[in-house]
């Protein structure tokens, strides 16, 4: 959640991002007003509680001619104790749910407004061009025999689909080279569940204005991540960290799992081939950061991404997300979108948030000050690999005769295969 200190002390500046986000500014008075209340009624508890127990010490001490009255006070009082601690109790509650009801706070210079108020901050590679009517992935992956959309349905529905032969192949390739990528830049590598509790979920973000969008297990009570992110934010929940390199406070991990999402409201949406599906795989950057070191962290996590997206040679553009198209947690994001040609537009493929102290506020993910004390932790995202980008590759690398020409990167991990030929 937000830094109660930040909202005692400079509560405009949440208002602004309440603004920003265009989302409601008057949830802020009321998390001022709640806080205040929480304050006052610990106060008023913790100086009831001292006062029953100097109470308790006259009484142990007195004559015991004076010991029933007395008790008779220590009774009342211990009444009006439990009372006052009711009343913290109900006020710390409502000060969390009111709190809980904010997103981060979005940094200095994140643009204002929605989904189409993005800033593009760069532009890379040259657009494909094609002497030929250009193909969609989902026709490509027919003729190639490599994606089965029509079985996926027959199986299991809408946006399901099968990976099939080279298909599969490309998709672990790709996987893999992330993965070694990852490992060549710090990150230990993470097999995470895809199921995780309530609190795990919650702690994250993913329980409010994206709830639609996850599966439930009601009879268990837990959640199917959509990305693993979830589960690598509650790796360390509860703990204090502890940095192994002073000048660089961190700790890294890639996580790499299958993904699920309902995709609730989008019908309609990109339903053709694997761009927009209930299950696909994907490898995620995690880190754990010492707060002052977050911006430069997402510098490194956008180059990573940057770095795959160029050597699987795709065209592509950087964009900074505006304030209302950020998630709960994130405080600042950059999506890169990949050309597709047959759709002529830039699709997100990849995206990178900063989530500042906001999930380890709610997780409990600490770290230990120069001077004893300790502090949350900054946490923050990007996807390095994932199913979506098989779209763009496929199109981009499409020949006239048919073929796809695999990316050089990926021929090593495909037993040095440099061409997808149709069946």
Not at 252 to 269: F, H, K, L, N, Q
């Given at each position: 959640m937000i830094d109660p200190q930040l909202l005692r002390d400079e509560p405009d500046v949440i208002k602004a991002s309440q603004a920003a986000r265009g989302a409601s500014v008057d949830v802020v008075d009321q998390a001022v007003a709640a806080d205040a209340a929480r304050r006052s009624a610990i106060t008023s508890y913790e100086a009831l509680r001292a006062e029953q127990n100097a109470f308790g010490k006259t009484v142990a001490k007195a004559p015991k001619d004076e010991k029933a009255a007395l008790v008779q006070q220590a009774q009342a009082l211990a009444a009006g104790v439990k009372e006052a601690q009711a009343t913290a109790t109900a006020a710390e509650e409502t000060f969390n749910r009111v709190v809980r009801a904010i997103p981060n706070v979005v940094l200095p210079g994140v643009p204002a407004g929605g989904e189409d108020d993005f800033v593009t901050l760069r532009t890379v590679g040259t657009k494909p061009e094609f002497a030929f009517e250009p193909k969609d992935h989902a026709d490509l992956g027919e003729a190639l025999d490599i994606i089965d959309i029509a079985r996926g349905v027959k199986v299991s529905g809408s946006r399901f689909y099968f990976l099939k032969g080279l298909g599969a192949r490309l998709e672990i390739a790709l996987m893999s080279l992330g993965l070694d990528r990852a490992v060549q830049h710090g990150f230990v590598p993470l097999i995470t569940p895809t199921l995780v509790r309530p609190e795990t979920m919650a702690g994250t973000g993913f329980l409010g204005e994206h709830a639609a969008e996850v599966y439930r297990l009601e009879a268990d009570d837990l959640y199917l991540t959509g990305t693993s992110e979830v589960?690598?934010?509650?790796?360390?929940?509860?703990?204090?960290?502890?940095?192994?390199?002073?000048?660089?406070?961190?700790?890294?991990?890639?996580?790499?799992?299958?993904?699920?999402?309902?995709?609730?409201?989008?019908?309609?949406?990109?339903?053709?081939?694997?761009?927009?599906?209930?299950?696909?795989?994907?490898?995620?950057?995690?880190?754990?950061?010492?707060?002052?070191?977050?911006?430069?962290?997402?510098?490194?996590?956008?180059?990573?991404?940057?770095?795959?997206?160029?050597?699987?040679?795709?065209?592509?553009?950087?964009?900074?997300?505006?304030?209302?198209?950020?998630?709960?947690?994130?405080?600042?994001?950059?999506?890169?979108?990949?050309?597709?040609?047959?759709?002529?537009?830039?699709?997100?493929?990849?995206?990178?948030?900063?989530?500042?102290?906001?999930?380890?506020?709610?997780?409990?993910?600490?770290?230990?000050?120069?001077?004893?004390?300790?502090?949350?932790?900054?946490?923050?995202?990007?996807?390095?690999?994932?199913?979506?980008?098989?779209?763009?590759?496929?199109?981009?690398?499409?020949?006239?005769?048919?073929?796809?020409?695999?990316?050089?990167?990926?021929r090593p991990y495909l037993g040095g295969v440099e061409v997808i030929e149709p069946r």
């Open positions: 589960a690598l934010a509650g790796y360390h929940a509860d703990e204090i960290l502890a940095f192994p390199d002073e000048d660089d406070q961190a700790l890294r991990y890639a996580g790499w799992s299958t993904c699920y999402r309902r995709e609730a409201g989008s019908a309609g949406r990109d339903n053709r081939g694997i761009l927009r599906v209930h299950q696909f795989n994907k490898l995620e950057m995690f880190s754990y950061v010492h707060p002052d070191q977050a911006d430069a962290e997402h510098a490194k996590l956008m180059a990573y991404q940057e770095s795959m997206l160029q050597d699987l040679g795709l065209h592509y553009r950087v964009i900074e997300t505006a304030a209302g198209d950020l998630g709960t947690s994130a405080a600042r994001k950059y999506d890169l979108e990949a050309w597709v040609p047959t759709q002529g537009t830039f699709r997100e493929l990849t995206s990178t948030s900063n989530c500042t102290t906001f999930q380890a506020r709610r997780l409990d993910i600490r770290y230990r000050t120069e001077s004893g004390k300790t502090a949350p932790v900054a946490t923050l995202n990007g996807t390095l690999a994932t199913t979506r980008w098989l779209v763009a590759i496929l199109e981009t690398h499409q020949q006239a005769d048919g073929t796809v020409v695999i990316p050089e990167v990926l």
